[in-house]
C-alpha cells in the first residue's frame, strides 16, 4: 500500500513537496517512480529512482526543476517540485517495483516495470 500526499494549489514558479509513504513492501529493494496524469493524457513518467538509491532518471519536461530522493528509515519517496509550470498540472502518482532489478538505459522509466500504484495526489499549478 502506499499513499501519496503534498498535492495542491501553488501559482507558476512556486514549489512543492510530493511524499509517498509505502509499506508492505521491502523498500529499501523497491525502485521507486513518479508518474502524472492530466485529463485526455495518458499517465507519464516523471522521475524514478533505483532500489539502491544509486540511480535517478527524470523526464526531459521536468530536468533540472523536480528532484527525487529516497528514505530508506521512513520508507518514503519525495519528489521536490521547484519553478512549477501550468503544465505540471495533474494527478501525481508513486509507482513501486518491489523485485530489486537493475535496468538499463531508460528502463525505470517504463509504466509497466511498475507493479503497484496507490491513491494519487492532485497538482494544480495556476499561470
Known amino acids: 500500500v502506499q499513499q501519496a500526499s503534498g498535492g495542491g494549489l501553488v501559482q507558476a514558479g512556486g514549489s512543492l513537496r510530493l511524499s509517498c509513504v509505502t509499506s508492505?513492501?521491502?523498500?529499501?529493494?523497491?525502485?521507486m517512480s513518479w508518474f502524472r496524469q492530466s485529463p485526455r493524457k495518458e499517465r507519464e513518467f516523471v522521475a524514478a529512482?533505483?532500489?539502491?538509491?544509486?540511480?535517478?532518471l527524470y523526464a526531459d519536461s521536468v530536468k533540472g526543476r523536480f528532484a527525487i530522493s529516497r528514505d530508506n528509515a521512513n520508507n518514503t519517496v519525495y519528489l521536490q517540485m521547484n519553478s512549477l509550470k501550468s503544465e505540471d498540472t495533474g494527478v501525481y502518482y508513486c509507482?513501486?517495483?518491489?523485485?530489486?532489478?537493475?535496468?538499463?538505459?531508460?528502463?525505470?522509466?517504463?509504466?509497466?516495470?511498475?507493479?503497484?500504484w496507490g491513491k494519487g495526489t492532485q497538482v494544480t499549478v495556476s499561470s
Open positions: 509507482g513501486v517495483d518491489p523485485r530489486a532489478r537493475t535496468y538499463s538505459g531508460r528502463g525505470l522509466a517504463n509504466r509497466p516495470n511498475y507493479l503497484y
Open positions: 529512482i533505483s532500489w539502491g538509491g544509486a540511480t535517478t
Open positions: 508492505g513492501f521491502t523498500f529499501e529493494r523497491s525502485s
